[in-house]
């Protein structure tokens, strides 16, 4: 698949990125089918990221707090290959970056977990602006979240056979997301002191 996705030599290519796009694509491919029209837009987002990435290298840190997660990225892509951390880091960011806009299919008989696995976190954290996007009546929560503090909920009740693929997940503060449990009542502009009320 990675062959097809970057059918000719790509300069943003190097050894580190290939070892963490061929797990992440393994990895999202044990729950989705990527569809062969998407994979230019996979492309498109991986060099987005190495070209922001590129260009957070140059960029001066010394005025202001370091966070900027292409900074991070530069820095796991210059540690190289070595270190646990520094590869996690590299995945995290390209798995949260690289299906923007991606249709992913989901496979017919998967039986799903109980749990979205970290990669779909990531990319619904990623699609949310890591925001909590628990919601009732059309107020929207809108806490916003480190990636540590959110949970993906089941927009449909995994006990009410609500399966867990990403179309099925959201967002949600973890505090929220155990409040809800599986009420459909669940107002975060009452019940969660963090939120950031928007409307659809
Ligand atoms: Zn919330």
Request: glycine content about 8%; overall charge negative; proline content about 4%.
């Amino acid at each position: 698949m990675l062959g097809k996705i970057f059918p000719e030599n790509n300069p943003h290519l190097n050894q580190n990125y290939s070892l963490s796009l061929y797990w992440i694509l393994s990895r999202i491919s044990l729950l989705y089918k990527i569809p062969e029209d998407q994979y230019s837009v996979i492309r498109n987002n991986f060099e987005k990221l190495d070209i922001a990435r590129l260009e957070a290298m140059n960029r001066d840190y010394s005025e202001r707090p370091n966070d900027d997660i292409f900074e991070d990225l530069s820095l796991a892509m210059s540690r190289g290959n070595t270190g646990i951390e520094g590869i996690q880091t590299r995945h995290d960011i390209i798995g949260a970056y690289l299906f923007n806009g991606v249709e992913l299919e989901p496979l017919p008989n998967v039986d799903p977990n109980r749990i979205y696995s970290h990669e779909e976190k990531l990319i619904l954290f990623t699609r949310a602006g890591g925001k909590c996007q628990l919601e009732h009546f059309g107020n929207i929560c809108g806490h916003i979240l480190d990636f540590d503090e959110a949970v993906v909920d089941h927009i449909k009740p995994h006990s009410a056979g609500g399966l867990t693929l990403l179309e099925n997940g959201r967002i949600s503060y973890k505090l929220c997301n155990i409040s809800r449990g599986v009420r459909d009542d669940f107002n975060p502009a009452t019940e969660c002191k963090y939120a950031i009320i928007s409307t659809t």
